[in-house]
Nanobody, 121 residues
Framework: QVQLVESGGGMVQAGGSLSISCEAS????????MAWYRQAPGKQRQLVAK???????NYADSVKGRFTISRNNAANMVSLQMNSLKPEDTAVYYC???????????????WGRGTQVTVSS
């Protein structure tokens, strides 16, 4: 069974930095893209950053220049380094990945349970 487990997160003052990570575990044949989404209270879940297996990245306009997504393919991990944090970055951050499990034809999209990031003003 494939799982995505986030770590990191917490509370930081505005202007500070925080890093969150996600590890995919289980019977994995291939991981295509890995991504981070976030959802603030009362708002829809939105894409923050995405990285492909070839390390191509894209970011939401609101985080460009402040956040950096990286990936360790050997460890099936993705990380998000968040700098110059703002109160509006406060949200639950979810790990997302498109994975081909072993003995499965096709791909399945998986989600982590989320980690809270709170930025105080």
């Amino acid at each position: 069974q494939v799982q995505l487990v986030e770590s990191g997160g917490g509370m930081v003052q505005a202007g500070g930095s925080l890093s969150i990570s996600c590890e995919a575990s289980g019977s994995i044949s291939k991981i295509n893209f890995m991504a981070w989404y976030r959802q603030a209270p009362g708002k829809q879940r939105q894409l923050v950053a995405k990285i492909t297996s070839s390390a191509s990245t894209n970011y939401a306009d609101s985080v460009k220049g402040r956040f950096t997504i990286s990936r360790n393919n050997a460890a099936n991990m993705v990380s998000l380094q968040m700098n110059s944090l703002k109160p509006e970055d406060t949200a639950v951050y979810y790990c997302n990945a498109e994975i081909t499990p072993t003995r499965v034809i096709g791909v399945i999209e998986y989600w982590g349970r989320g980690t809270q990031v709170t930025v105080s003003s």
